[in-house]
């Protein structure tokens, strides 16, 4: 099983700064089958980025990935406020699917 | 609208069992592989299982194999998961989802591109 560690745990920064958060895997993740999703208290994740750099239908165009093999990287460049939420990395090799711990971006 | 709309849920002791069912609406449901995903109380999440669009592949977790059944039906465009056994370690709001990829004859994957509002389940005497 293929392991994903997210870091940092908590970014705390201000809106209009830049977020980088970063998704490393313990072996290759095949293909760059690489997601990123979005979540809020209380809802469900949302995605924002497939095959690791793809932006998921309506997403906006500040957010973007990239990185592949196992380190890749989720940059939001000018936070809004709606921004402020967590967010989970996830590898879909062959029928197994695995997430990360999480980053949460809160207001600094 | 694509729409999916988990049902279900609820309060079980230890060691009993719970069907949870998911709803879906506006896309070709039996075109599409789905998974069920969940997440406990504070913390992460935690892919449980998938089906493809046939309903003739399935996949788990190792947490839940051999005590969680997924299974589908496309005539009435609804997911299951059959969950026996249950503990409280089981206790999440479980998310149905549908898969943004592929299924071939042997294996799926892709991302969870739609996800429904989750139902409950907790595992408690």
């Known amino acids: 099983e293929i392991v994903l560690t997210q870091s940092p745990a908590t970014l705390s920064l201000s809106p209009g700064e830049r977020a980088t958060l970063s998704c490393g895997a313990s072996q290759s993740v095949s293909s760059n089958f690489l997601a990123w999703y979005q979540q809020k208290p209380g809802l469900a994740p949302r995605l924002l980025i497939y095959?690791?750099?793809t932006r998921a239908t309506g997403i906006p165009d500040r957010f973007s990935g990239s990185g592949s093999g196992t380190d890749f990287t989720l940059t939001i460049s000018r936070l809004e406020p709606e921004d402020f939420a967590v967010y989970y990395c996830?590898?879909?090799?062959?029928?197994?699917?695995?997430f990360g711990q999480g980053t949460k971006v809160e207001i600094k | 609208e694509v729409q999916l709309v988990e049902s279900g849920g609820g309060l079980v002791q230890p060691g009993g069992s719970l069907r949870l069912s998911c709803a879906a609406s506006g896309f070709t449901f039996s075109s599409y592989a789905m998974s069920w995903v969940r997440q406990a109380p504070g913390k992460g999440l935690e892919w449980v299982s998938a089906i493809s669009g046939s309903g003739g592949s399935t996949y788990y977790a190792d947490s839940v194999k051999g005590r969680f059944t997924i299974s589908r039906d496309n005539s009435k465009n609804t997911l299951y998961l059959q969950m026996n056994s249950l503990g409280a370690e089981d206790t999440a709001v479980y998310y149905c989802a549908k898969l943004l990829g592929y299924c071939t004859s042997s294996s799926c994957r892709g991302a969870f591109d739609i996800w429904g509002q989750g139902t409950m389940v907790t595992v408690s005497s």
């Open positions: 095959d690791a750099s």
């Open positions: 996830q590898q879909y090799g062959s029928s197994s699917w695995t």
